[in-house]
């Protein structure tokens, strides 16, 4: 029942027919605008109020439609919509390329830029980016040649990272094994592998080197040749793919050169809260001296593992006995996590979809002083996509703003056929200051795709899906909470190094025993016909408590500490191949740049597994997608974001994960500006220091 209207309507759901129509109208008008500033500004009298105010207002009027049409590319069942959605955002991006492609509005910009007024920060943060987006295409530096010799460079690079990634989508090459060799590898797993079509040969299954099928494998067969076996195939993979990350790596140090930076990762990081490799460097360094020691006895733990389980299984032999091969590590980790008994599927039962999402926003409730009411079928049919999706009115509780309304919050939970299948935030509505003062209020979707079915008939979460659901709300609350004037740096939008922090952060409330036992509710107690379903599956038994019981809750917090520290050091290993790759001189002189070697070099110094003899060693970096999907000179941001997080918690909620003052300052001071101030300083003026990245390794610890 719609308990209060809020005063701002649900962004309008827009059809098939007219997701294009609507593009190109809302795109033409953008057009007008440039062209009206290009042609009615005299460079002269060029001020941020002619030339740059009207392509704010024009930006912030169509974001809400164009961000409903490029959200239905993921959630719409109609195939026509999804399509249209695609072209539409292809039609997008093309437009703002012509933005930046154009000369005649640059030199307006920079004469506004060169007169330095008097700007808020934002304003002047939007003058800076918006100049920086022309430099970093050569205006100011190149002449016309060869600005188009960058872009048709950069267009080159493009199609060739589109070749890297579809030769990793399209692999499918993989091994044959009898089941003999496969001994260890649970049924049900092995039901998923193809098999031999003649009847003699009915012992034989196809493990595919895709991870989501050797990975199995590696974690379960018992036999150590099998498990070599497979490593070694799943490295051999993408031979085709080494030579054209490397030309990829060359080419882009070249067009980076071309606009005066010393290479790719200088260039990348600019634009980030890192700003440049020497910051990226000097966190590698103090990850790697925080997490060492760590990791180290860590791997001691598993070595020994190993030996042991040999020791049991005599009928095994290993030919390495006293070494940790790379094939080892999935399957002596599985054992070694299995002895702290961590029942994830009990665990589950616990946690029943919907019944979590509401205490979550319970939680957020509480802590940030909110109020969640849920809008009517009836309220919300016309403005949804689908009946599966719930619409929350948000309104603010606190004292000195009690009943402003703060925004809309979808939820789109549930997979479904040809809907996205993935787990993210998606803004709809971005707020921002009209001219008016009045504020436009935001709109943001919790879009996941969770399984419906589930054996007991009722969507659970496993510990690990509770982690994501909590990290995507977290990227939805600071959607919906912050304050900014222009939808340009509005929330999350800002970059990854630190718009993934807020969500990270809030990963930990998944740790704190007494929040899950508050968050906890066997499925059994939400619903009567789950109850009398589980009574006959028990017969004479009781129903479980309500509440997740100790054992099992302490079991699970205390698995957090489980090779977290190896964890992050094999992210450092990716994260330091990645800058090797965009940040080395080595592209333009002395011996071609060996990529292969490099792999290897790195994971033996960060994995502490031997390097294989060179025979078994392949080339994995050939399966590294995110190099060429947008992580390039990146892959370090989600180590960065991670340590803004942990020092985050650990400096203001680690002892009282639900102080309201705490919560309000992290609100008022990192969530409601969004993007719209410089990230680092935001950062530490919240916390009172620079952030540390000793804080990572305490963050690894059992909260209380
Ligand atoms: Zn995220």
């Not at 030199?107 to 022309?134: G, P």
């Not at 060429?628 to 892959?635: E, K």
Request: proline share 5%; glycine share 4%; with cysteine.
């Amino acid at each position: 029942m719609l308990t209060r209207e809020p005063p701002q309507r649900l962004p309008r759901l827009i059809s098939a027919q007219e997701i294009i129509p609507t593009t190109k109208r809302l795109l033409a008008n953008i057009q007008n605008v440039r062209s009206t500033i290009a042609q009615t500004v005299e460079l002269s009298s060029a001020s941020f109020q002619n030339a740059i105010r009207p392509l704010i207002d024009i930006e912030n009027s169509t974001q809400c439609e164009l961000g409903m049409i490029a959200m239905l590319r993921y959630a719409s069942p109609e195939d026509e919509a999804r399509n249209a959605s695609v072209l539409a955002c292809q039609l997008m991006r093309e437009s703002s390329a012509e933005l930046v492609a154009r000369r005649d509005l640059y030199r307006i910009f920079k004469k506004v830029h060169d007169r330095q007024e008097a700007l808020d920060h934002e304003s002047a943060k939007y003058l800076n980016q918006l100049l920086k987006d022309y430099t970093r295409c050569g205006h100011g530096l190149l002449d016309n040649d060869q600005i188009q010799l960058y872009l048709d460079k950069r267009n080159a690079i493009d199609n060739m990272r589109s070749r890297f990634n579809k030769s990793i989508r399209d692999e499918n090459s993989g091994l044959w094994f009898c089941l003999e060799e496969l001994d260890g590898v649970p049924q049900h797993e092995l039901a998923r592998f193809a098999k031999q079509i003649e009847p003699q040969e009915a012992r034989l299954r196809f493990v595919r080197n895709r991870k989501v099928d050797s990975q199995v494998v590696l974690e379960y067969a018992r036999n150590p040749a099998t498990r070599k076996k497979m490593y070694v195939s799943s490295a051999y993979k993408l031979p085709e793919n080494v030579g054209l990350l490397e030309e990829i790596a060359k080419r882009r140090h070249e067009n980076a050169c071309r606009l005066g930076y010393a290479s790719h990762a200088a260039f990348r990081l600019e634009t980030k809260v890192a700003k440049t490799p020497e910051f990226v460097e000097e966190l590698f360094e103090k990850l790697e001296q925080a997490l060492f020691p760590q990791a180290y006895q860590e791997q001691q733990v598993i070595w020994e593992r190993k030996k042991c389980y040999l020791h049991d299984n005599n009928d095994l032999t290993d030919e390495d006995e006293d070494t940790l091969n790379p094939w080892d590590t999935a399957f002596y980790n599985r054992l070694a996590k299995e002895d702290m008994r961590v029942h994830q599927e009990k665990v589950s039962e616990y946690f029943p979809l919907r019944h979590t999402v509401l205490a979550m926003l319970e939680m957020f409730s509480s802590c940030l002083q909110l109020r969640f009411e849920p809008l009517s079928q009836d309220y919300v049919h016309s403005s949804i996509w689908h009946k599966d999706v719930e619409v929350w009115g948000v309104w603010d509780e606190r004292e000195a703003s009690i009943g402003e309304f703060v925004g809309h919050l979808y939820t789109d939970l549930l997979s479904r056929p040809n809907k996205h299948q993935g787990n993210q935030n998606v803004n709809i509505q971005r707020g921002y200051l009209k001219e008016d003062g009045t504020r436009v209020k935001p709109a943001t979707v919790l879009m996941c795709s969770f399984q419906a079915q589930t054996a007991t008939g009722c969507p659970l979460l496993k510990h690990d899906n509770l982690i994501i659901l909590f990290h995507e709300l977290g990227h939805g609350i600071h959607d919906l909470l912050s304050r900014t004037s222009y939808v340009r740096f509005h929330g999350w939008s800002g970059p990854a190094d630190f718009a993934e922090a807020p969500s990270i952060m809030l990963e930990n409330w998944c740790w704190i025993g007494d929040e899950l036992k508050r968050m906890s509710c066997h499925y059994t107690r939400v619903d009567l016909q789950h109850a009398q379903q589980w009574k006959e599956d028990h017969q004479g038994e009781h129903l479980p408590p309500k509440e997740i019981p100790d054992e099992l809750l302490h079991n699970l917090t205390r698995s957090r500490d489980f090779n977290r520290a190896s964890w992050y050091m094999r992210q450092l290993a990716f994260a330091r191949f990645d800058m090797a790759l965009h940040n080395g001189a080595s592209h333009q002189d002395g011996p071609a740049f060996d990529s292969t070697a490099t792999y290897h070099d790195l994971m033996e110094r960060y994995l502490l597994v031997k390097t294989p003899d060179p025979s078994s060693r392949g080339h994995p970096q050939a399966d590294f997608g995110h190099l060429c999907a947008g992580y390039d000179a990146g892959y370090y941001s989600y180590l960065c974001a991670g340590v803004f997080a942990a020092d985050m918690f650990q400096t203001n909620f680690a002892t009282a994960p639900r102080d309201r003052l705490a919560w309000d300052r992290y609100r008022r001071e990192i969530l409601e500006p969004g993007s719209s101030r410089d990230e680092l300083e935001m950062l530490e003026s919240f916390l009172g220091h620079r952030p540390n990245p000793q804080r990572l390794l305490g963050g690894l610890r059992s909260t209380p």
